[in-house]
């Protein structure tokens, strides 16, 4: 090794040392290391399609493959050359989700318009889109609510079946004359359907209802609900339709049915362990051209499970196959895998941030934006792929497996001792104690951590992208340098849909990370993700679920929840009673208050929980509506309430055992110049370590780990048992010093006045409900309202010396 090589490497090494490892490609093993931790090295080829696909059909002649782009940004169907990986035709949709199917003829091609409650009958030619017909089900929502999902039609194109989300219905049409024959209502809300071979039965997965109805096509009765796993999504028969496969996506599961029996005679586990932990969303069902091997799409494990199914009953795994992120379907084609990645090859970051956007709609939602935009904004900057993958040998596919091992965090021992160190206050596993007894919990909205630590000396933010710094938000500055500095923290999340559901589970089903897109690009559907619907839960609930089958103590203060009213079971009773929900015009210090009074009396009683969950949410802001608290007074406000926080409960006898973790449930909201997932994140208390700067890698279910350590829990999904604790950030010498509150520097009370095209826009905004506002919209408000109406964000700025930059911060933090 020559000198230059060697200084390099100790460099490298010294810097790896002191940052930990960063979201991006690894040049030295070519994994992409993802912002929740997890590694993505896909095989084969791939190329890009559009945003969140969702289904892909073959027609039946193999010659053509339709793909349905269903995300929050544009959405379309595409027709691809599968042999030769080829994008061949594109038509861009107003909605669609999920539903395809080709005529047998390869004449046709029947799409989903998604929540405009029609579908669209494309006229096949030479490989491209012809002319399109629409068959309307019902009227366009929000007047009916009706959300084809999944198609069948029979091979004489005569009958066309669809299958719905939102009103939980099986339409019969007839396609030539372009009308409904029958409405069939089902028990749950529905994903996808298949008609037999013989083409007598439809079956149909009940995505809500845990089992696969059987509709007889002749009279149109439903003859049997066979019992399956939680959340039935893709479904697969294989040529003499004899048996049916389905992919259950809440229990990692495969149910394999014998149609002539309509009974589970075998279930298989895809997981890369023996655990029943969720997390590994099972959503893709591929048989080989011999069908002797099946192929199983586990989207949050980011890999194919491959399966010897040549004995029916007593399926055997063959290994694994690493893939994109978040693949939601897989097909086959001759030797070829085809596989959707929903989320593409990789995260990113947004230092240009979430806008413009060219106009907005009377509901407030964008009906156009440029394609910079779209790639800036969290929601939409994540496109998805296709992969093309030889169908491996078997040495190929040991390798294969290696490699999705080497890919993912999670293990089974990791479930039972989690990393950590001997006499840490954060214990490794359960029955070991600590010296905290209180665990407090707080959640706000949505900002990265450039936008408000940008500034900080230390950390390696970009001072260009600060929004909200010292001046605006003084106390979390203070957490940051008078406790730890998280400069390599990232939620889980995209948005706050499925954002409190990361927060509160470590973990968002399908039903959430394939619906939020929707409702989130202003196209209609079901959107309470707050606990509101049960069919949206993780199999076995929210940290509060655990929490009371473990006999911990537990309240919570405005999170899913308003006042005394729950929005889940298990809260019921465990509500602060004067906490309210999300709300802007209600100010976080009222929050903050309302939590004052009730801790006190909890204290004089004796009974203070020992999980508390808070929100703080102002931080949201409501842009620059004319009359509305301004952002920087909304995001002042909201570290006004945090300081005071910290402030009472350091001031409390049960301080010398408390702990407290701040964090944003999302970060959609703004840019950021190391990844869009990045946000700022604190903890704080007597046992934590003070002016320490700690560059370790962590997430929002690592933060959930660390609480559940020290409350006796389990992990809740793969994810949190696979991520880190916090341990690094504490020390077993604790530092009863109390906190004071660092009063606002600004009025709290300063409104929007100034009438421009920003507050013009504003007014168009629905602030009744977070995320109801076009977010793409709001974070160019918002910007504006900080450095002005003609400004616009900053270029990114590239480094070719990305290595001596973080030496150079690493060297500042040991002064």
């Not at 027609?59 to 269903?70: P, Q, R, Y």
């Not at 950390?459 to 260009?464: A, P």
């Not at 470590?506 to 897109?517: G, N, Q, S």
């Amino acid at each position: 090794m020559n000198i230059r090589s060697f200084v390099i490497f100790i460099l490298f090494f010294s810097v790896g040392q002191v940052f930990g490892q960063w979201p991006g490609k690894s040049e030295q093993t070519q994994q992409v290391l993802l912002p929740n931790g997890w590694k993505l090295s896909p095989a084969g080829t791939s190329i890009p399609l559009g945003d969140l696909p969702l289904n892909m059909q073959l027609s039946s002649s193999g010659s053509l493959l339709a793909v349905t782009n269903n995300g929050q940004s544009g959405q379309s169907v595409q027709l691809i050359d599968p042999r030769n990986g080829k994008i061949i035709d594109e038509r861009v949709l107003a909605k669609s989700w999920y539903g395809l199917a080709f005529t047998n003829d390869e004449k046709h091609l029947y799409v989903s318009g998604g929540n405009d409650n029609w579908i669209l009958n494309f006229k096949l030619k030479d490989g491209k889109f012809g002319h399109s017909d629409t068959i309307k089900l019902g009227k366009v929502w929000p007047k009916e609510k009706i959300g084809p999902a999944g198609i069948a039609v029979n091979r004489a194109n005569t009958t066309l079946f669809v299958v719905t989300k939102e009103d939980s219905s099986v339409y019969v049409i007839d396609p030539a004359r372009r009308q409904v024959l029958k409405r069939i209502q089902l028990p749950a809300i529905a994903y996808s359907c298949l008609l037999s071979p013989d083409e007598n039965r439809l079956y149909v997965s009940l995505w809500g209802g845990r089992s696969v109805a059987v509709l007889n096509t002749s009279t149109s009765l439903i003859e049997k609900l066979i019992p399956v796993g939680d959340h039935p999504n893709e479904l697969l028969l294989n040529r003499k339709g004899n048996y049916l496969f389905v992919a259950n996506a809440n229990d990692n599961t495969v149910s394999v049915i014998s149609t002539s029996s309509n009974k589970v005679i075998e279930v298989i586990a895809t997981t890369l362990y023996a655990t029943q932990l969720t997390g590994s969303t099972t959503n893709g069902l591929a048989l080989s051209d011999n069908e002797k091997t099946l192929f199983i799409a586990n989207a949050d494990n980011n890999c194919l499970a491959v399966f010897d199914i040549s004995k029916p009953g007593a399926s055997a795994s063959m290994g694994f196959i690493p893939v994109g992120w978040y693949p939601t379907n897989v097909k086959t084609l001759g030797n070829k895998i085809l596989v959707t990645n929903g989320k593409g090859n990789t995260s990113l970051p947004n230092p240009q941030g979430p806008q413009p956007v060219a106009k907005v709609d009377n509901s407030g939602y964008h009906m156009g934006s440029t394609a910079n935009s779209r790639l800036q904004y969290i929601g939409g900057l994540f496109k998805g792929s296709l992969s093309l993958i030889p169908i491996p040998k078997p040495e190929q596919l040991k390798e294969y497996t290696k490699q999705v091992y080497a890919n993912t965090p999670f293990n089974d021992q990791r479930t039972v001792v989690a990393d950590g160190e001997t006499g840490n206050p954060i214990p490794r596993k359960l029955g070991e104690k600590s010296p905290i007894k209180h665990v407090f919990y707080i959640i706000k909205e949505n900002r990265t951590y450039d936008q408000v630590l940008g500034d900080l000396p230390g950390g390696n933010g970009d001072s260009s992208l600060t929004l909200f710094g010292r001046t605006i938000t003084p106390n979390q500055h203070n957490f940051a340098r008078d406790y730890v500095l998280l400069d390599n923290f990232y939620v889980d999340a995209e948005v706050s849909a499925d954002g409190h559901n990361w927060s509160m589970a470590a973990y968002a089903t399908d039903i959430v990370e394939k619906t939020w897109p929707t409702s989130y690009g202003g196209r209609g559907g079901s959107t309470t993700f707050e606990g509101g619907r049960p069919v949206t839960y993780p199999k076995d609930g929210f940290i509060w679920d655990y929490c009371q089958r473990a006999g911990v103590t537990y309240r919570s203060y405005g999170e899913f929840g308003n006042y005394q009213k729950a929005n889940i079971k298990s809260l019921q009773g465990h509500m602060g009673p004067h906490s309210p929900g999300f709300n802007m015009d209600i100010t976080d210090q009222v929050r903050v208050e309302a939590w004052m009074h009730d801790f006190d009396s909890l204290v004089v009683a004796g009974t203070v929980p020992q999980f508390n969950t808070l929100r703080i949410s102002n931080d949201h802001t409501s842009g620059q509506k004319i009359g509305k608290v301004s952002p920087q007074a909304a995001v002042a406000d909201n570290d006004y309430a945090v300081g005071r926080f910290l402030e009472h409960l350091s001031h409390s006898p049960i301080w010398k055992e408390s702990v407290v973790f701040i964090l944003e449930d999302d970060a959609q909201n703004g840019p950021d110049h190391i990844d869009a997932h990045r946000s700022p994140a604190f903890v704080l208390g007597p046992y934590v370590k003070r002016n320490k700067a700690v560059h370790t890698m962590y997430s929002t279910s690592g933060f959930l780990r660390t609480m559940e350590l020290i409350l006796g829990l389990p992990p809740m999904s793969q994810y949190d048992a696979g991520a880190m604790p916090l341990f690094e950030c504490f020390t077993n010498i604790p530092d009863f010093t109390p906190y004071t509150a660092i009063k606002p520097l600004i009025n709290l009370d300063t409104r929007n006045t100034a009438r421009n095209e920003s507050s013009r826009r504003s007014e168009f905004f629905n602030f009744a409900k977070e995320d109801s506002v076009p977010d793409l919209e709001l974070n160019e408000v918002v910007w504006k309202s900080v450095k002005g109406e003609d400004s616009t964000m900053p270029a990114p700025k590239r480094s070719a010396f990305v290595i001596l930059e973080k030496k150079k911060k690493a060297d500042e933090d040991d002064k």
